[in-house]
């Protein structure tokens, strides 16, 4: 069994930065990938970004160029680096795990709030 614990969400201005981080631990592979979602008031949850052992790191359209995600694998934790944050960011922000063997995501967190003021 996998947990993952999000952290890092809160408050920020439009142009802001937030950082959000997300543990995971129980039996974790370096092939498995890790995401960060995201789900706004009333939207479907939408994936932000991924990244993987073997593959590039990926990104949704609206966030490329603004976010980075990165993985520290000596300490099982993955970064969402959020820079020129906009209101429409505005979501709960949740973290997730891939087993290289799946095709969807098999555990995801409990989620971190981040909002983003005009």
């Known amino acids: 069994q996998v947990q993952l614990v999000e952290s890092g969400g809160g408050l920020v201005q439009a142009g802001g930065s937030l950082r959000l981080s997300c543990v995971a631990s129980g039996r974790i592979s370096v092939a498995d990938a890790m995401a960060w979602h995201r789900q706004a008031p009333g939207q479907d949850r939408e994936w932000v970004a991924s990244?993987?052992?073997?593959?590039?790191?990926k990104y949704a359209d609206s966030v490329k160029g603004r976010f980075t995600i990165s993985r520290d694998y000596t300490k099982n934790t993955v970064y969402l680096q959020m820079n020129n944050l906009k209101p429409d960011d505005t979501a709960v922000y949740y973290c997730?795990?891939?087993?290289?063997?799946?095709?969807?995501?098999?555990?995801w967190g409990q989620g971190t709030q981040v909002t983003v003021s005009s």
């Open positions: 997730a795990l891939k087993r290289h063997y799946s095709s969807s995501y098999d555990y």
């Open positions: 990244t993987a052992h073997v593959h590039a790191t």
